[in-house]
């Protein structure tokens, strides 16, 4: 995804992010998949579409004082967000990585490689910087329904077809789809000539204040779609309405689950 295409370049929208969606929903993910990458103290790790940091963070605490955390994203309204005591920062598109071959020891994306334009090149892009014997890890969001998505998206859905809001969010997160299903997690980190390819799933459970998922929903790549889709009025309308029918159904507080997909290869 283009830089200028990326609704976390606007800062309010980054900071609804980083302040509700990184902190309870982002965060449990971001820390298991450094556990599960084995990320040791003193190693040098990359954290690849990093948004606010939360793998960076989580990796952080991993590698202690004696290592090395690179971030990189492509909207600096993000970046921005990360705490200066992570590591280093840096602007960039997975498929273009600024760094040498052979750099790093661990190359984690979370919830990004679908957001890619060409999600193999981005992939070999990420085993590029990797050392000889690193591994490569990433996250995917699974396909299972759950009660609160599944409200947000019928509303929006009275107000502009299904269809359009599909086509419009595959501009944008083009492989969403697609990496939900975990056998693709596998196939496209072997098509990135990766060995050892291990994959699992995991369900976590999020619970936050309705007000919170909804301004969470405004801020997503979703609400950006409907909200380009809709004049002011009928987007006042629509928010309206939806805040109405989630505090009708699940009055002040929403709880519900998502299903996660881990993929590592490992570089050889």
């Excluded at 979370?110 to 990797?130: K, P, Q, T």
């Excluded at 690193?134 to 699974?142: F, K, L, Q, V, Y």
């Excluded at 929006?156 to 269809?163: D, G, K, L, P």
């Excluded at 419009?168 to 975990?182: A, E, G, K, M, Y």
Aim: glycine share 8%.
């Amino acid at each position: 995804m283009a830089q200028n295409e990326c609704p976390y370049s606007n800062p309010t929208t980054a900071a609804v992010y980083d302040q509700i969606a990184a902190r309870l929903q982002f965060k449990r993910p971001a820390e298991d998949l450094v556990r599960f990458a084995g990320v040791n103290p003193g190693q040098r790790v990359l954290d690849v579409g990093a948004g606010t940091g939360v793998v960076a963070i989580a990796a952080r605490a991993a590698v202690g004082p004696s290592g090395t955390i690179v971030a990189i994203d492509a909207a600096f309204q993000m970046l921005r967000l990360i705490p200066g005591d992570v590591g280093c920062l840096a602007i960039s598109v997975a498929s273009e990585l600024p760094f040498i071959d052979d750099t790093f020891d661990v190359v984690l994306a979370g919830f990004a490689v679908s957001h890619f334009e060409n999600y193999v090149e981005g992939l070999r892009a990420m085993r590029r910087v990797g050392r000889t014997g690193s591994r490569i890890g990433m996250t995917a969001w699974g396909s299972a329904p759950n009660s609160a998505a599944t409200l947000w998206s019928d509303t929006a859905a009275e107000y502009v077809s299904r269809q359009e809001l599909n086509d419009r969010f595959v501009q944008l997160i083009p492989w969403d789809t697609w990496f939900s299903n975990p056998d693709n997690v596998s196939r496209a980190l072997k098509d990135a000539e990766l060995a050892e390819v291990v994959t699992d799933t995991r369900i976590y459970w999020v619970r936050m204040s309705s007000g919170e998922y909804l301004r969470s929903r405004e801020a997503s790549v979703q609400g950006l779609v409907l909200r380009q889709a809709l004049t002011e009025a009928k987007w006042s309308e629509f928010n309206n309405d939806v805040a109405q029918r989630f505090y009708t159904t699940f009055g002040e507080v929403v709880e519900y689950s998502r299903d996660v997909h881990f993929g590592f290869g490992v570089k050889k």
